[in-house]
């Protein structure tokens, strides 16, 4: 699957077959992240990676009950390293947050290319994501997500068109 294509039919998937992801596929799915650009190339992430059932069970419950995420056979988990980043994008915030995005959206559109589903999580509750995997304070958690084969095809959700969300010389 071409890059395009990868990123036209990506979708959030929320269902999982028990089929393990093989290694040669996560490692390929962690590459793409690996590869992924950041500011002053400082590559301020780690990436945990969660397979024990008891493990995805207490993320999933600490991601607000969202019970699909444990389904998957591995629940990533993105962190950002502050101290490791770029202190001040844009005059105002450290590059973390933004680093540690480009690296899961490479993911995911490799996942996708792969034939494997994952689901952006944002609506989690850190404090009990960092106790679970033992992330020390210094360490962000930025977003996790299921990794597997799915087992539902989502349908695609409409686009604004790009006179919507492109203008020119000057913010209107």
């Known amino acids: 699957m ?31 992240a690996r590869f992924a650009p950041s500011a002053c190339n400082a590559q301020p992430w780690r ?45 105002y915030m450290s590059s973390h947050v933004i680093d540690v995005t480009i690296a899961v959206d490479h993911l995911t559109l490799a996942a996708q290319a792969a034939g494997l589903g994952t689901c952006w999580i944002a609506s989690f509750k850190e404090d009990k994501v960092r106790e679970i995997l033992g992330i020390p304070q210094d360490v962000r958690v930025v977003a996790l997500t299921p990794l597997g084969y799915p087992d539902e095809t989502p349908e695609r959700t409409p686009r604004k068109r790009i006179e919507e969300l492109v203008v020119y010389d000057r913010y209107q």
């Open 47 to 91: 990436f945990v990676i969660a397979r024990n059932e008891e493990t995805k069970l207490k993320l999933a419950a600490a991601s607000n009950g969202q019970k699909f995420i444990a389904q998957a056979p591995i629940v990533l988990v993105a962190c950002g390293i502050p101290d490791d980043a770029f202190p001040t994008v844009g005059g």
């Open 2 to 32: 071409d890059l395009m294509e990868a990123i036209k039919t990506r979708r959030s998937v929320r269902r999982y077959k028990p089929t393990p992801v093989p290694e040669s596929l996560r490692r390929d799915v962690l590459n793409a």
